[in-house]
């Protein structure tokens, strides 16, 4: 039996990890949930959006499935994403892009994964103001590239590119400009791209990554790119097959990994039912991959495919005409399993 730390989080996270459950355990997957608060159900409940016990039980467990949490607003709580990522360490930040049949989107056949460098980069939290006299007259922020974090991003990735059985990794840099922060990554890249000869590598300059990604994204298999590059290729990835509803994300650390939706708690419909509840689902599917229930993580996935090409029971973001809620079409993905 696998013990895993379950946060529910806000808005629409209750309804769609309630989702996600359901169908791991309708493929046949036994897990001892370890139910504990973050965010605004913690702020409420214990005045901290991240109570010691959440972290003692992600460092027992080393494994987390995670709800979208509402930033608070004010009182001058530190993200609990970030404190998570820093905590335990999780520095791979994982998102597979794979276009689904049955939705209305501008392109067929997209098939990749970014894999973003989580803990450094510009996002290495190293930012102030210049100021004269109390004026701000400038702010500065620094990006820091190890060679260590590099290395360990990058051999990452393609150790990804193996196990998925993807033939390219692609690395996204600025090194025309930043020649030292991008530079090293783009050397160490290159030296570690020899220790895989199976795998094919190119790099591509940020910019023109991303007019390649619109108007081909085809040509991409996995790409690997430092903090802030990572951040906005991977939703820019995730609008080419349809947006954040059906995307999930893994974050792997050294400690722990944790999985969750890419999208947040969504406010404007948190108590109307109707919330997609794929990304999380699928989000589901990658940890059950990545604790080696290979069959329950394809199993689910199909599934979820096979219901939204369908079209049947599917909520209303993927089809305006449609009534069905997030319950429905849980139960519907878990009747395919099944
Ligand atoms: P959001 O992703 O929650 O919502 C953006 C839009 O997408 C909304 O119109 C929403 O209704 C829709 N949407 C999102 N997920 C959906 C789903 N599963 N099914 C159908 N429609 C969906 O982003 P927003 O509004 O900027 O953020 C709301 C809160 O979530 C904020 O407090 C933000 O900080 C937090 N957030 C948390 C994240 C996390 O915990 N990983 C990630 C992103 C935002
Ligand atoms: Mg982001």
Redesign the pocket.
Known sequence: MHSITLIP?????PS?VDAAIKVIAAAGVEIAWDRQLA??AAVEKHANPLPDATLESIRNNRLCF????????GGGYR???VTLRQAFNLYANVRPVISFEGTDTMYDNVNLVTIRENTEGLYAGIEHFIKVDAEKIAAESIAVITKVGSERIIRYAFEYARKAQRKKVTLVHKANILKCTSGLFLEIGREIAKEYPDIEFDDKIVDATCMHMVMKPQSFDVIVTTNLFGDILSDLAAGLIG???LTA?ANIGTDAALF??????????ADKG???????ILAGAMMMEHIGELAAARRIEQAVREVIREGKYV???LNPESTCG?AQMAEAICAKIG
């Open positions: 989080g806000d808005g629409i996270g769609i965010g605004m995670k709800g979208p949490l509402t930033t608070p607003v993200s609990v994403n947006g954040l509803g994300g969750e939706a890419v999208h947040g708690s969504a406010p404007d419909i109707i919330a997609n509840p794929t990304a999380m909520t209303p973001d997030t």
